[in-house]
């Protein structure tokens, strides 16, 4: 699970770094022409196959810990004051990422099938930007993507850190900066992503 967090953790900046060019407030000029070399380009495609597939194995491991941890211990405390020894998101991973599959199912009916049918289909260069401007534009759907992010921000918020030490990296001088990363990286990673709804929903950027 580890394994597979950080590679989603990574595609995560990538993916944030190349939406933020939406900023540049150009028309989506700049955002366009990287989303359509992204898209054309046989390396890029080829992880993107991995990257399916990390968020797939993801899913199954994480299906996987959550019946093993119910099997480990089927009579329940009789006493459990879970909130002395762990965080109630901490304890909420498997509901965090439901709650994002399912935002995620609904983000990609958005854009990658579109992108994908227009690019196959042979149509004309996909304008994606204009795209994003329209789904954008519907307040119910920037309200289902706030939901969604604040579901993202904890699941990193706890993930992050949380696969360094599966790794074994459980020390006292070390936690400590990798927890900081870990909330540093959480925030950035889900403000930028919340702004660019925000952004075309208010008329930030045109
Ligand atoms: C809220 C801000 C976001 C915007 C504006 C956005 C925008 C987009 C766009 C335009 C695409 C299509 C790219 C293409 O097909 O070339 C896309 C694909 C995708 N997005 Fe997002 N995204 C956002 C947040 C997220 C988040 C939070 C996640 C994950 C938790 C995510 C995961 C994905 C995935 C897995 C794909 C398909 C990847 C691919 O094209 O290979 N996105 N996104």
Known sequence: MALTGLFLIT?????????SSIFLNDGGKTFNSIAHFMSHNWIL?????????ALIVHIIQGLILWKQN???????????KSNMNSTWYSRSMGILGTLL?????????????????ALYGGDQPHN???????????????????AGLVALFWHLFHGFQSAFQTF???????????????????????????????????????
């Open 70 to 80: 119910r099997q480990a211990r089927p009579v329940a405390y009789h006493i459990n």
């Open 168 to 206: 074994g990296l459980n020390h006292k001088r070390y936690t400590p900066i990798i927890k900081a990363a870990g909330a540093g990286y959480s925030v950035i990673i889900c403000i930028l992503f919340a702004l660019m709804p925000l952004a075309f929903y208010f008329g930030w950027i045109s």
């Open 128 to 146: 994606l930007y204009e795209e994003m401007k329209l789904v954008f534009g519907e307040w119910y759907i920037v309200a289902v993507y706030m």
């Open 45 to 53: 495609r080829f992880i993107e196959i991995g990257l399916f597939a």
């Open 11 to 19: 595609f995560l900046i990538v993916h944030a770094g190349v939406n």
């Open 101 to 117: 599959l399912l935002f995620l199912i609904l983000h990609i009916s958005h854009f990658f099938v579109g992108t994908k049918v």
